[in-house]
């Protein structure tokens, strides 16, 4: 036969547990949605966190406070939450072991939005990359190189490298190069080559004079085909550092290719 008196008992030890894990389920969701938002108030009050690291912390905060309740009602039903703690820790372990590259560009990233050492609109060379910060999220940094190209950086890279600003100090500043070239007749024409381009480069600053000079001899062994090293430099904006000294990598490789190509062509038998 059924007990109806053990059988209302269990229900009613049941139904309250139930009942009171439900007003626990809904004062925690209020409870984790309330120090979401508080924390994102206080850090609108103060511009050194950054919105996104801002809106981080504050759904870290909010999923922490989730998981505590989460483990409150499981314990009011008389489950062992030790075990689960610790499968729950073993998983997060071999997760993060998984997935060990994107969660350094994530530590990376807050170190960055923390620390700021390049803000948006930033004229940067970075990873060996130069080009105005477009964004800076938690995993990724975008760059925009002069010529509208996109380049994106895993904050690891970006983090792990040396970071030139050429932004933070307004002004003038010197652009300076050094690259090898044949020495002779041929070295002087790229000379006078990188010279006209630097001139008609309308970044250089007004009435600047680029120079360029031999800084090194790197190979003189061979008569009319030594190598040396030449230096170029030429005032401009600090903000356009990166861009100019780009434009003239680009510059001197199509010159090297010219000369490397009518060097071939002379030397070829004729027919």
């Given at each position: 036969?059924?007990?109806?008196?053990?059988?209302w008992a269990?229900?009613?030890?049941?139904?309250l547990?139930?009942?009171?894990?439900?007003?626990?389920?809904?004062l925690?969701?209020?409870?984790?949605?309330?120090?979401?938002?508080?924390?994102?108030?206080?850090?609108?009050?103060?511009?050194?966190?950054?919105?996104?690291?801002?809106?981080?912390?504050?759904?870290?905060?909010?999923?922490?406070?989730?998981?505590?309740?989460?483990?409150?009602?499981?314990?009011?039903?008389?489950?062992?939450?030790t075990?689960?703690v610790?499968?729950?820790?073993?998983?997060?372990?071999?997760?993060?072991?998984?997935?060990?590259?994107?969660?350094?560009n994530?530590?990376?990233?807050?170190?960055?939005?923390?620390?700021?050492?390049?803000?948006?609109?930033?004229?940067?060379?970075?990873a060996?990359k130069?080009?105005?910060?477009?964004?800076?999220?938690?995993?990724m940094?975008e760059?925009v190189?002069?010529?509208?190209v996109?380049i994106?950086?895993?904050?690891?890279?970006?983090?792990?490298?040396?970071?030139?600003?050429?932004?933070?100090?307004p002004?003038?500043?010197?652009?300076?190069?050094?690259f090898p070239?044949?020495?002779?007749?041929?070295?002087?024409?790229?000379?006078?080559d990188i010279?006209?381009?630097?001139?008609?480069?309308?970044?250089?600053?007004?009435?600047?004079?680029?120079?360029?000079?031999?800084?090194?001899?790197?190979?003189?062994?061979?008569p009319?085909?030594?190598?040396?090293?030449?230096?170029?430099?030429a005032?401009?904006?600090?903000?356009?550092?990166?861009?100019?000294?780009?434009?003239?990598?680009?510059?001197?490789?199509?010159?090297?290719?010219?000369?490397?190509?009518?060097?071939l062509?002379?030397?070829a038998?004729?027919?």
């Amino acid at each position: 036969m059924i007990n109806f008196d053990n059988l209302w008992a269990l229900f009613a030890f049941y139904g309250l547990n139930a009942l009171y894990a439900m007003v626990l389920l809904g004062l925690g969701w209020w409870l984790a949605r309330f120090v979401e938002r508080w924390l994102l108030r206080l850090a609108a009050r103060t511009r050194h966190v950054d919105p996104t690291i801002a809106d981080f912390l504050a759904s870290l905060a909010r999923y922490l406070v989730l998981a505590v309740v989460v483990i409150a009602v499981l314990q009011i039903f008389g489950i062992q939450t030790t075990s689960l703690v610790a499968v729950l820790g073993a998983a997060s372990l071999a997760i993060g072991l998984a997935l060990q590259g994107t969660l350094s560009n994530l530590a990376a990233g807050v170190m960055l939005l923390i620390f700021r050492p390049f803000k948006i609109g930033d004229a940067v060379e970075v990873a060996g990359k130069a080009g105005t910060v477009r964004s800076l999220s938690l995993f990724m940094t975008e760059l925009v190189t002069p010529a509208n190209v996109q380049i994106l950086l895993p904050n690891g890279a970006v983090w792990g490298a040396a970071i030139v600003n050429n932004s933070t100090y307004p002004g003038l500043a010197k652009m300076e190069l050094t690259f090898p070239a044949p020495a002779g007749p041929a070295g002087e024409d790229l000379a006078r080559d990188i010279v006209a381009a630097l001139k008609a480069d309308p970044r250089l600053a007004p009435g600047a004079e680029p120079a360029v000079a031999v800084s090194k001899l790197v190979d003189l062994s061979k008569p009319g085909a030594g190598v040396v090293e030449l230096t170029v430099t030429a005032p401009v904006a600090t903000a356009d550092v990166g861009a100019v000294k780009t434009a003239l990598m680009q510059r001197i490789n199509q010159s090297m290719g010219r000369l490397t190509a009518g060097g071939l062509a002379s030397d070829a038998p004729a027919s």
